[in-house]
């Protein structure tokens, strides 16, 4: 089973897919802490395909796959934007004065902290952010 | 999505100590609702602020980095800038970005209360 949303690039629409993401975890009975993780992940994907998408919009695909290495909840975020290099993104900036950050660039860095698994495939024109969270793994 | 729907309440405790209730998304907007609020609670006199995020589940990225940005202020004024009520998640989100390491962090309102003011007027 995928879940499929089409969503246009409107203010707070990363929280329908952060809705869709806590409905399926609460299905597949996952911890309370992996949904919230999941979902935080979700909606910085998603703000980042509203960054650096198209106006059409873009996809969310939230479903599960079976492995060798166990069973997963995987969302994928596509967008066909201009692409980026994953490699080449700053992973948060420091402040000048404490060393804290106060600048943008955090959602891949958090979405990598947050999940148990991570991969982007980005190219102009397509970007998918392909996210998996182990379910019955440790939180 | 009403339950994400982000609710403020603000007070000027006694020693000041600000208290800030925050529940719901907080986004870059709702970052700068909190951030609005806190000025306010500032310029009245308030040198430690409290944020409690119960009812928070959800903060991104640019809502902390407008937090960091509040913190930076309350340094620059020697002030106090602390959490109280965080889920797990949150908690985490505030590590990776650096807020943790500045700003104190409690599990319950009355907790973090009494740790203020025992900081702000240790005798």
């Given amino acids: 089973m995928t879940l499929t949303l089409n969503l246009p690039a409107v203010p707070e629409v990363e929280l329908v897919a952060a809705k869709a993401v806590e409905l399926v975890g609460r299905d597949l009975q996952l911890a309370s802490t992996s949904i919230e993780s999941v979902s935080v992940a979700t909606v910085e994907a998603c703000l980042n395909a509203i960054e650096h998408g198209n106006q059409s919009g873009f996809t969310v695909r939230v479903g599960t796959q079976d492995d060798g290495e166990g069973r997963w909840l995987v969302i994928e975020v596509e967008d066909h934007g201009v692409g980026f290099d994953p490699d080449a993104v700053p992973a948060g900036g420091k402040s000048r004065k404490h060393g804290s950050a106060s600048n943008r660039g955090w959602g891949l860095k958090l979405i990598r902290d947050l999940m148990d698994d991570v991969q982007v495939e980005s190219r102009p024109g397509l970007t998918i952010v392909r996210m998996r969270k182990r379910i019955g793994g440790a939180e | ?123």
């Fill in chain 2, 1 to 123: 999505m009403n339950d994400e729907q982000l609710k403020l309440s603000s007070e000027l405790m006694a020693g000041g100590v600000g208290l800030v209730a925050a529940s719901g998304y907080i986004n870059n907007e709702g970052g700068q609702a909190i951030a609005d609020v806190i000025n306010g609670l500032l310029k009245q006199g308030a040198t430690a602020l409290l944020i409690d995020l119960k009812g928070t589940r959800i903060i991104n990225s640019i809502g902390v980095s407008i937090l960091l940005e509040v913190l930076e202020k309350l340094m620059e004024r020697n002030g106090r800038l602390a959490f109280c009520n965080l889920t797990p998640t949150i908690a985490r989100t505030f590590e990776i970005m650096g807020l943790a390491e500045y700003a104190s962090i409690y599990s319950d309102r009355t907790e973090a209360l009494e740790e203020l003011a025992r900081l702000t007027h240790p005798d």
